[in-house]
């Protein structure tokens, strides 16, 4: 690997406890909550469709939230969220599989299990709807092969959100079957956030992969630009947990609707 794919170092920390953390000691069997039938749902209901992020903190934001999971994720799902995503990485993001339990136990919306899953025994750590596959995380060493975990994923039950950074990326995820792509706008090798990079990248997929807007998406023109650059779904994390996260889930979910009434 050469430098200019060098992971930053607050990112290498993250992998690195990844690799660490073991899974469930049963095989999970999920019953999953469809994530493209409630973004059609939000559609139809005249919403954007938003995955409300619950996410206590991360290397990239300041302070932390400590309010109870389940208010926060009720919050958003009032708020008009068709989705949620739940932290379950405990050391940078202070997440847990219990609150994930949680969650999905008090919500009927899907649930996205948010963490870094690099082997096959994690899948196994707690039931969701949704599991989180990085490719970028995928191509180090001590991982899993990504059409390998993502086989087992589904094998599961669970659907997969697959990650990509630039169309490189894309083209893996497609190879190894995915259907459910997310663009992360940050790149992981400086943390720098453009949402250039999900108009550059969402072109080149099929038409018939839902395409996920991923980071930076803080205000209602950002939500206009991802979703005029043909993102089916945006998951919003610290512009939504940064205040009061009903309010702000509701301001972005009704991005569209303000500006037709315009």
């Known amino acids: 690997m050469d430098d200019s794919e060098a992971i930053a170092p607050a990112v290498e920390s993250i992998l690195a406890a990844a690799r660490e953390r073991g899974g469930g000691d049963d095989r999970l069997s999920v019953d999953a909550r469809s994530l493209p039938e409630a973004f059609a749902a939000a559609e139809a209901d005249d919403r954007v469709p ?4 619950v996410k206590p903190t991360s ?3 300041e302070g932390e ?10 919050e958003m799902v009032a708020g008009g969220a068709a989705a949620l995503s739940v932290l379950t990485e405990p050391e940078h993001f202070g997440g847990s599989p219990e609150n994930l339990r949680r969650v999905r136990e008090a919500v009927d919306v899907p649930v996205l299990r948010k963490d870094f899953v690099v082997r096959e025994a994690q899948l196994d750590t707690v039931a969701a709807d949704v599991v989180l ?3 970028r995380f995928l191509q180090e060493d001590d991982t899993d092969d990504l059409a390998d975990l993502l086989a087992a994923a589904r094998e599961r039950g669970f659907q997969v959100l697959v990650e990509v950074h630039d169309g490189a990326e894309l083209q893996q995820a497609l190879d190894a079957g995915a259907d459910i792509v997310g663009v992360n706008n940050r790149d ?3 943390l720098d956030v453009d949402l250039g990079t999900f108009e550059r990248v969402a072109p080149e997929a099929p038409d018939d992969v839902t395409m996920i ?3 930076g998406i803080g205000t209602t023109e950002d939500v206009t630009r991802m979703r005029t650059a043909g993102a089916d ?4 994390g610290s512009a939504i947990m940064d205040g009061p996260v009903g309010e702000n889930t509701a301001r972005l979910t009704n991005a569209e609707r303000e500006t037709h009434r315009d």
């Open 59 to 61: 290397p990239t934001t």
């Open 233 to 236: 779904g945006l998951l919003i």
């Open 65 to 74: 939230r400590t309010d109870d999971p389940v208010s926060l994720a009720e």
């Open 188 to 190: 992981l090798a400086e």
């Open 133 to 135: 596959l990085i490719v």
């Open 50 to 53: 938003v995955i409300a992020e």
């Open 213 to 215: 807007a991923e980071s």
